[in-house]
T-cell receptor, first 112, second 112 residues
Framework: DAGITQSPRHKVTETGTPVTLRCHQTENHRYMYWYRQDPGHGLRLIHYSYGVKDTDKGEVSDGYSVSRSKTEDFLLTLESATSSQTSVYFC???????????FGEGSWLTVV | DQQVKQNSPSLSVQEGRISILNCDYTNSMFDYFLWYKKYPAEGPTFLISISSIKDKNEDGRFTVFLNKSAKHLSLHIVPSQPGDSAVYFCAASANSNYQLIWGAGTKLIIKP
């Protein structure tokens, strides 16, 4: 258990509405990640953070923004949700002492 | 351009036999490889890893083999058990950076 909590775990939202997913960790790790998982694509990196207010884009960042104002929280925002953003979103951390990534339990987002 | 490929979307194996999951990569800069296991409605969990300085790593029933010249790695599970039924992802990173490139996953089904 890497102490990662994602919320909400399930959400249905309408096209065009903003959505924020929260990732909370209890171990004060520097590196945090947001991935999406879709059939046939495996896990794709959206954004990542290497410290408070230090974030960078991953391979599928269009339509997403992130914020990290505290070490323990990493927020993923869909400014205007689209149906193509229907997916499962996973938050992850890498402990400062290692290079193994640990995932949260996922947030299922459906955009209708 | 998929840098990490898992060409078998699914694999069915009899309980007690060996399961072999394969992964190919194209980037010769990758120097660290990991296997993750994912059950439905859960986040991926770390299974086993291997550094490019090794060609084999073993952990209980799980062994990962790395063939650098062929840019190929495989995960062997012996003996296969019903609880091994899951989706398996391979992932790779280069130069100890914290960004992983993921394969699309292979669904392993263990038949009783």
């Amino acid at each position: 258990d890497a102490g990662i909590t994602q919320s909400p775990r399930h959400k249905v939202t309408e096209t065009g509405t903003p959505v924020t997913l929260r990732c909370h960790q209890t171990e004060n790790h520097r590196y945090m990640y947001w991935y999406r998982q879709d059939p046939g694509h495996g896990l794709r990196l959206i954004h990542y953070s290497y410290g408070v207010k230090d974030t960078d884009k991953g391979e599928v960042s269009d339509g997403y923004s992130v914020s990290r104002s505290k070490t323990e929280d990493f927020l993923l925002t869909l400014e205007s949700a689209t149906s193509s953003q229907t997916s499962v979103y996973f938050c992850a951390i890498i402990p400062d002492s290692g290079n193994t990534i640990y995932f949260g339990e996922g947030s299922w987002l459906t955009v209708v | 351009d998929q840098q990490v490929k898992q060409n078998s979307p699914s694999l069915s194996v009899q309980e007690g036999r060996i399961s072999i999951l394969n992964c190919d990569y194209t980037n010769s800069m990758f120097d660290y490889f990991l296997w993750y296991k994912k059950y439905p409605a859960e986040g991926p969990t770390f299974l086993i890893s291997i550094s490019s300085i090794k060609d084999k790593n073993e952990d209980g029933r799980f062994t990962v083999f790395l063939n650098k010249s062929a840019k190929h790695l495989s995960l062997h599970i012996v003996p296969s058990q019903p609880g091994d039924s899951a989706v398996y992802f391979c992932a790779a990173s280069a130069n100890s950076n914290y960004q992983l490139i993921w394969g699309a996953g292979t669904k392993l089904i263990i038949k009783p």
